[in-house]
């Protein structure tokens, strides 16, 4: 097909709304439900019922200023509601207790990560299938207008086969803005470029194997690590790569946020605004280049936040329903996420190749 007659205005942007859409119960009301669950709610007009917090008085403010109708004065309350979906916003240290908690056979939206690490994970895994929860999680980079459309592009073969892949993240990230991330054993991988490997996941399938560096800096010496680089193996002739530098302190000219995937028939290059200028972030952008033709850009329809945190939901819902046959970020499929993330953290750990000392034979 030439690229004429690609038509980019075609591609998928936005994931379908539920034709009967259930009421949701916030489970937490940090500001990941202010500032991106909630406003992406309201443009897909799903309705709400209530929201739970271990403080009340956040619970109180957030229910005023989006229109919650309820605020319930216990978990066990909030539990007790029918026939609606569970929005689980909790740290990973609190989602195994409340996946526990939840009545059988609820449908449920878990925040990222799975858990703490894939021990986490699979205890949780095992508490939904105990439980019959129809559950997924809140990996929600892959229902961004810009996600949705590459994955589109690349499954109607525009690109040809994908043969590389890379992720480079060059920017000011204001960690002092999470106080709570200063305790945690895990911090770069776990919280933020698991994003980008889950999505790698989406895109190419499994990798065969991984090798992965995340370190420290000496301007933030507190956190566990908010530097990594990662090599993903998916064959002799596909190479896919992860850059990811949170402490660049040297002005917005060379900042880096972009996916960048290449086919053998077409490329793409995507601008993730998000983590240029956060949080109030800039545009994201998406460009093609097919058939040897000069890049062009997909006008979008919005940006990774809050936009695509309306996608999870919805295709939880529409699958609840059996409007969709497939749940795409399931606890099963998130479970293989978590199993990539523990791997490049057990890279990391073991280390690299040494160089051969002066004297050894080579």
């Not at 605020?71 to 996946?99: I, M, N």
């Not at 908690?101 to 895994?125: F, N, S, Y």
Request: glycine fraction near 8%.
């Amino acid at each position: 097909m030439k690229a004429a007659a690609r038509e980019l205005g075609d591609l998928r942007q936005r994931w379908p709304t539920p034709s009967r859409p259930r009421a949701i119960v916030f489970l937490g009301a940090g500001g990941i439900v202010r500032d991106a669950h909630l406003p992406a709610y309201r443009r897909a007009q799903l309705p709400l019922a209530g929201c739970f917090d271990l403080d009340p008085a956040r619970a109180r403010e957030l229910a005023r200023e989006w229109g919650i109708p309820r605020v319930f004065g216990s978990l066990a309350e909030a539990l007790d509601t029918p026939d609606v979906v569970f929005d689980l916003a909790l740290p990973p240290a609190a989602v195994l207790a409340t996946v526990e908690a939840l009545p059988d056979g609820a449908v449920a939206l878990i925040q990222k990560p799975m858990g703490l690490d894939l021990r986490d994970a699979t205890r949780i895994r095992a508490a939904c299938r105990r439980k019959r929860l129809i559950a997924a999680v809140n990996f929600q980079l892959r229902f961004s207008p810009q996600m949705l459309a590459l994955r589109d592009a690349l499954e109607r073969g525009w690109l040809g086969r994908a043969v590389e892949l890379e992720v480079q993240v060059n920017c000011r990230m204001p960690w002092e803005n999470w106080p709570f991330l200063a305790g945690l054993e895990r911090m770069e991988i776990a919280l933020h470029s698991i994003h980008y490997l889950d999505l790698m996941r989406a895109l190419l399938g499994e990798p065969r194997s991984v090798w992965a560096r995340t370190v420290k800096h000496p301007r933030a010496a507190h956190l566990a690590s908010s530097r990594t680089s990662a090599i993903l193996d998916f064959g002799d002739d596909v190479r896919c790569a992860l850059s990811v530098n949170h402490h660049h302190m040297h002005g917005p000219k060379h900042q880096r946020s972009h996916l960048r995937l290449e086919g053998l028939d077409g490329a793409a290059l995507a601008v993730l605004g998000v983590n240029l200028d956060y949080p109030r972030g800039r545009p994201d952008e998406l460009e093609f280049a097919l058939d040897g033709v000069e890049w062009r850009a997909l006008e979008l329809v919005g940006n990774w936040f809050p936009d695509a945190f309306a996608g999870p939901m919805c295709n939880l819902q529409r699958f609840a329903a059996g409007e969709d046959a497939r749940l795409h970020t399931s606890v099963e499929d998130a479970w293989r996420t978590m199993a990539l993330v523990e791997a490049l953290y057990e890279s990391d750990r073991s280390g690299g190749t040494a160089l051969p000392r002066d004297g050894e034979p080579a």
